[in-house]
């Protein structure tokens, strides 16, 4: 248990679906992030928010949109998803943005899009 | 571009030693981050260095050269529960984490 809760933990949907990643932290962080992790491939940062503003995107496509309603709190909203778009999907807080403290991440969505 | 390398997998021995390498280059830099991630489970952070040498923390032991763009993951006293994937990630000059694709290690009895 890292302090970093994300449900569900697996999710199968298909391309016309709307679904949504939930992630939570009490650990009173003030950053969040959200990454994909596709097999064999670095993590890729896909959106980061600093006391619930968006700091970084990093030309995720629009299918992805990310909530941040409070600090505790992420969400990932996905709708008309592609297959490539299968991975799993790791939601992770820290102290703040810009600093050497480390990372603590949740157990992830494993998504698998059909 | 920003670049961190890693060994893809490696297989060792249980008792053994093994050292896991990662090589950098990157826009700046502002420490360095070994993280274990077992299959299936979140990525738990193992150590940090930021300046040259060695850090120590029971049987795991993280080495760091700047210069060289170098740093190691040592683990001593191998267990099966040691067999995961290794993450090596470094911070550059603007705080943005860039990650190696993982060490996969095996451990055989």
């Known amino acids: 248990e890292t302090g970093v809760t994300q449900t569900p933990r697996h999710l199968v949907m298909g391309m016309t679906n709307k679904k949504s990643l939930k992630c939570e932290q009490h650990l009173g962080h003030n950053a969040m992030y959200w990454y994909k992790q596709s097999a064999k491939k670095p993590l890729e940062l896909m959106f980061v928010?600093?006391?619930?503003?968006?700091?970084e995107n990093n030309s995720v496509p629009s299918r992805f949109s990310p909530e941040c309603p409070n600090s505790s709190h992420l969400f990932l909203h996905l709708h008309t998803l592609q297959p490539e778009d299968s991975a799993l999907y790791l939601c992770a807080s820290s102290q703040d943005e810009a600093s050497n403290t480390e990372a603590f991440f949740g157990q992830g969505t494993r998504l698998t899009v059909v | 571009g920003q670049n961190i390398d890693q060994p893809t997998e490696m297989t060792a021995t249980e008792g053994a030693i093994v050292q896991i390498n990662c090589t950098y280059q990157t826009s700046g830099f502002n420490g360095l981050f070994w993280y274990q991630q077992h299959a299936g489970e979140a990525p738990t952070f193992l150590s940090y260095n930021v300046l040259d040498g060695l850090e120590e923390k029971g049987r795991f032991s993280s080495f760091l050269s700047r210069s060289k763009g170098y740093s190691y993951l040592l683990l001593k006293e191998l267990q099966m529960k040691d067999s995961a994937s290794y993450l090596c990630a470094v911070r550059d000059r603007n705080y943005q984490l860039i990650w190696g694709a993982g060490t996969k290690l095996i451990i055989k009895p």
């Open positions: 928010y600093s006391l619930e503003e968006r700091v």
